[in-house]
Nanobody
């Protein structure tokens, strides 16, 4: 089992920046690829960004490419999502996810956090 705890959400204005963090803990069995998903009100959960456990490769949704950056510190078992130039349409609950398989991390991972709310006002 892997426990994921997100933090860093909040209320910001359009154009502002925010950095989310996700701390992983619990029994190993990794290494794990990590990802961020988000769910806006009335919409399905959607992929945002992912990073391999080696940090060599990353992937982004088209809607956030160039504005968001995913990174991780394996020594701290923490993954980050730096969000710049935020837009009202970025408003959502952001979830951290982990999986040992890269294909699964992009479509729906095994382990999930509880989520952190990000609200962007216009």
């Amino acid at each position: 089992q892997v426990q994921l705890v997100e933090s860093g959400g909040g209320l910001v204005q359009a154009g502002d920046s925010l950095r989310l963090s996700c701390a992983a803990s619990g029994r190993s069995g990794g290494p794990y690829h990590m990802a961020w998903f988000r769910q806006a009100p009335g919409k399905e959960r959607a992929f945002v960004a992912a990073i391999t456990w080696t940090t060599v490769a990353t992937d982004y949704a088209a809607s956030v490419k160039g504005r968001f950056t995913i990174s991780r510190t394996n020594a701290k078992n923490t993954v980050y999502l730096q969000m710049n130039s935020l837009k009202p349409e970025d408003t959502a609950v952001y979830y951290c996810a982990a999986d040992r398989e890269w294909s699964k991390i992009l479509s729906g991972a095994t382990y999930w956090g509880q989520g952190t709310q990000v609200t962007v006002s216009s």
